[in-house]
C-alpha cells in the first residue's frame, strides 16, 4: 500500500509552470524530511529537492535551484513542487519520497510515491 500519493503532473507546454504534490496523509508515522526526485527516459533517477517539513527549510539539486520551489502544507500533510519555466529537459517521472535526514542520496529514503508523469512539448 502506497502511503505517499503524487498528483499533478501532465502535459506542459516549455515556459509553463506546474505544481506537483506529494500528500502524505495516510502515513501513520511522524514524516520528517520530503524529497522529489525525476528519471527522465533512459536517465537514472536524481534528486531535485529536500524539506525538513517541521520547520519548511529546503535545499536544490544546482540545476533547478533557480526555477523549482518545494513548499509544505503540514495541516493538509502535503507537500508541493512548483516548477517554473519548464523546459523540455524537465520532463520526467517525478517521485516524492521520505526519510529521518535532508539526504539527496536515494538510499536514504524509505517510502516513495508512485510518480507522477510531467510532459514538456510545444
Known amino acids: 500500500d502506497v502511503q505517499l500519493q503524487t498528483s499533478g503532473g501532465g502535459l506542459a507546454r516549455p515556459g509553463d509552470s506546474l505544481t506537483l504534490s506529494c500528500d502524505a496523509s495516510k502515513f501513520t508515522v511522524t514524516v520528517y524530511y520530503i524529497s522529489w526526485f525525476r528519471q527522465a527516459p533512459g536517465k537514472e533517477r536524481e534528486w531535485v529537492s529536500c524539506i525538513d517539513v517541521g520547520d519548511g527549510r529546503t535545499i536544490y539539486a544546482n540545476s533547478v535551484k533557480d526555477r523549482f520551489t518545494t513548499s509544505a502544507d503540514n495541516a493538509k500533510k502535503t507537500v508541493y513542487l512548483q516548477i517554473r519555466s519548464l523546459k523540455p529537459e524537465d520532463a520526467a517521472v517525478y517521485y516524492c519520497?521520505?526519510?529521518?535526514?535532508?539526504?539527496?542520496?536515494?538510499?536514504?529514503?524509505?517510502?516513495w510515491g508512485q510518480g507522477t508523469q510531467v510532459t514538456v512539448s510545444s
Open positions: 519520497a521520505t526519510s529521518n535526514m535532508m539526504s539527496m542520496f536515494e538510499h536514504e529514503y524509505r517510502e
